[in-house]
């Protein structure tokens, strides 16, 4: 029996070869059209007569594969005999024959029949491996499904089951960003209605300013985290920039909602209820594909530019009534306190 050590050094040595096989993959000459079906059936490119990418490798019963097989975003059907090892990274196996070494499943769907046997070791890394009764493993089994710790992930692998992956993170993203901005609502309601103030005169000037201390932010982190000493300062400054975001995009959902409570419903909408909506709407907005990788960055960029340019809400807003006035001549706004609307207004969006 093999220790694991060593299928994860061939698990690592199989990733290694993505870099290797998509160059080979560039100078690769087309078969020729008379060319005979080779033992593993493919639906592109052949890269080497190991290594497949973006293909489909069958082993037909009764055949003999010499040597690994090594398929990266491919679909591998074995029902014959591997004399070596079978590994599979962003695709799916489904395993009938024999394969004489390990078996390696990264991120793919894996099945193993009733007449699966299997001389090495067995290892899983995402979704867990559907196993027959009858299977045989030689070697011992490592089966790491986090997969089947997230709700809707399945058990499918490849390409589309990647995207589903990142789609469920994003989901729990989403979850995270919206407590965030629960808290900070919360704690300094003032201080966002004057940032969302700010927001019509000042909108430009904070796109520049957060686009300049988002390439800052990085170049620090960067420096810092090369240092390894520096790694927590790193991490200070990274978070830092985050938490003045997240100010940032509260007061920015705050003036989507306000602006959607005037015109849809003739009223002002608290504070909470303001956050909510415009969330909801930017929430739709990043599930887009592509466009909505775009929007988030810029409006991240724009959030942390108009959070430092209003100072976190701490700039006087035209038109608010001054600290010292007297009663008589206006509300008079203290602490966190929402600002009165005979004050300091949220101006409407212009279309």
Same mark, same amino acid.
């Given at each position: ?27 690769? $000459? ?15 490119? *052949? ?12 082993? #037909? ?24 090892? %079978? ?27 009733? *007449? ?20 045989? %493993? ?16 399945? $058990? ?13 993170? $994003? ?11 629960? %808290? ?86 608290? $504070? ?16 887009? #594909? ?47 306190? #929402? ?8 101006? #409407?969006?212009?279309?």
């Amino acid at each position: 029996m093999r220790p694991v050590p060593l299928t994860a050094f061939r698990l690592v040595l199989a990733l290694a070869l993505v870099p290797a096989a998509v160059a080979a993959a560039g100078s690769a $000459h087309a078969a020729p059209a008379g060319a005979g079906l080779p033992l593993i059936a493919t639906v592109n490119v *052949t890269v080497s007569p190991d290594v497949s990418i973006y293909q489909d490798s069958y082993v #037909p019963k009764g055949q003999v594969h010499d040597g690994d097989l090594v398929s990266l975003m491919g679909d591998v059907r074995v029902e014959g005999e591997v004399t070596g090892q %079978v590994v599979v990274v962003m695709g799916s196996l489904d395993l009938s024959g024999t394969v004489r070494g390990d078996v390696v499943s990264v991120m793919s769907r894996t099945t193993l029949s009733d *007449t699966a046997d299997v001389g090495g070791q067995m290892v899983g890394v995402g979704w867990s491996i559907q196993r027959a009764m009858g299977s045989k %493993v030689g070697g011992q089994v490592v089966n790491v499904g986090f997969m089947n710790l997230l709700p809707f992930a399945g $058990h499918g692998g490849g390409l589309s089951g990647i995207i589903r992956f990142f789609f469920i993170l $994003h989901l729990i993203k989403l979850t995270f960003l919206f407590v965030i901005l629960l %808290v900070i609502t919360a704690l300094m309601p003032r201080r966002l209605s004057i940032i969302a103030a700010a927001f019509p005169e000042k909108w430009g000037w904070g796109l520049l300013v957060g686009l300049l201390t988002y390439c800052g932010v990085l170049i620090g982190v960067f420096i810092l985290a090369v240092t390894i000493i520096g790694l927590p300062l790193a991490f200070a400054l990274w978070y830092l920039a985050k938490g003045i975001k997240w100010v940032g995009l509260a007061s920015i959902f705050y003036l989507v909602g306000q602006t959607a409570g005037r015109n849809l419903f003739r009223r002002e909408l608290p $504070h909470l209820a303001s956050v909510l909506g415009g969330f909801v709407v930017y929430a739709l907005m990043t599930l887009v #594909p592509g466009l909505g990788w775009a929007f988030n960055l810029i409006l991240s960029m724009m959030a942390l530019g108009l959070a430092l340019v209003t100072r976190l809400g701490g700039e006087p807003v035209p038109g608010a009534q001054p600290a010292g006035a007297s009663p008589a001549s206006g509300a008079r706004v203290t602490g966190d306190a #929402p600002i009165d609307p005979s004050g300091v207004g949220v101006p #409407p969006l212009v279309s």
